[in-house]
């Protein structure tokens, strides 16, 4: 299984027999066999997660699916899968979970099928503990509150990949989300994203106390178009 970052929060997973790319926004996007299943996820509607380029995609790609959140205004076709929150499905070798954000839309747990194992692959989309310095104590209590009651399926949960957000406009609470994921979830590969850029917050974030149990499991982003 072989990840690339594309920018933001977009990342590519590359399978033996498929090709899942996450919240595409801008970008170079990676050579990708057109001998392979194409699957397109779309977390929700915010313009640095989802673009209608990714459907001059299919021009290109014959089987190409589109798995997106249903706050999505686009125009419903064949390869079009529309998703809301705590819904549950099967597409082709995929199995689709997702999960309400805190935001808009949703997260998608997706389990797919690459060289005979099961891989589970986790991407956040906007679903963050979000404490904002401006935001009153009643408001960040229920975005905490709202946060862990939207992750309880995933107690316990084995993950190959998981995407996370890491947002530095969160000022000394950028890590609270993805320091509680990675202490109630299994996780053997973590990508900090969302960070504007800002990539020395992975770093900090390695460097954080809260972090020495799962800091080797942080992979180090530096660059667009990276793969690790």
Request: charged share 30%.
């Amino acid at each position: 299984m072989k990840v690339t970052y594309i920018q933001h929060s977009g990342f590519m997973v590359e399978c033996e027999e498929s090709v899942l790319v996450f919240d595409y926004y801008r970008g170079m996007l990676p050579p990708v066999s057109k001998d392979k299943s194409f699957y397109v996820f779309a977390s929700h509607s915010h313009g640095d997660h989802f673009q209608q380029e990714i459907f001059d995609w299919e021009k290109d790609y014959p089987r190409i699916h589109y798995i997106l959140s249903d706050d999505i205004q686009a125009e419903t076709a064949a390869n079009r899968l529309f998703l809301g929150p705590d819904e549950e499905c099967g597409l082709g070798d995929l199995r689709i979970k997702t999960l309400r954000s805190t935001d808009e839309g949703v997260a998608f747990f997706v389990s797919v099928q690459d060289g005979g194992q099961i891989r589970n692959i986790y991407h956040a989309g906007d679903l963050n503990w979000w404490h904002w310095e401006e935001e009153s104590a009643a408001y960040n209590r229920e975005m905490e509150q709202n946060f862990k009651k939207a992750l309880l399926p995933m107690e316990g949960a084995r993950i190959d990949v998981a995407f996370l957000p890491a947002d530095p406009r969160l000022e000394d609470a950028y890590y609270l989300g993805f320091d509680w994921f990675m202490r109630h979830t299994d996780t053997k590969r973590a990508y900090p994203m969302h960070l504007w850029r800002r990539y020395g917050v992975i770093d900090k974030l390695r460097s954080q106390p809260e972090a020495k149990d799962y800091r080797d499991r942080i992979v180090r982003l530096g660059k667009e178009d990276e793969c690790r």
